[in-house]
């Protein structure tokens, strides 16, 4: 199993930004799916995640700005940017829960994407 993420860039200030992180590979399901988020000097944060049946949570540092959706027939997860701020500079992750049988379940991991903000 793969994730392979995308989207990641330079955008200024009160700009937007849409990243993406796709699954494949020998997929049975996919559980909840998230994105985390890490800089220099800072521990690794959880941004937002999402459940299969699209429940979504997100740090209190992001609510209102960011969105975290999922297209399960594609086995991508989205997470659109909105407002973004300096502080939201970091090198960007996605995981994944995954079945790839029904008794095996394991964690999975993008490879980061890096966005940055700044004028």
């Known amino acids: 199993v793969q994730l392979q993420a995308s989207g990641g860039g330079l955008v200024q200030p009160g700009g937007t930004l849409r990243v993406s992180c796709a699954a494949s590979g020998s997929i049975f399901s996919i559980g909840v799916m998230g994105w985390y988020r890490h800089s220099p000097g800072k521990q690794r944060e959880l941004v937002a995640s999402i459940t299969s049946g699209g429940s979504t949570d997100y740090a209190d540092s992001v609510k209102g700005r960011f969105t975290i959706s999922r297209d399960n027939a594609k086995n991508t997860v989205y997470l659109q940017m909105n407002s973004l701020k300096p502080e939201d500079t970091a090198v960007y992750y996605c995981?994944?829960?995954?079945?790839?049988?029904?008794?095996?379940?394991?964690?999975?991991w993008g490879q980061g994407t890096q966005v940055t903000v700044s004028s």
């Open positions: 995981n994944a829960d995954v079945r790839t049988t029904y008794a095996s379940r394991e964690v999975h």
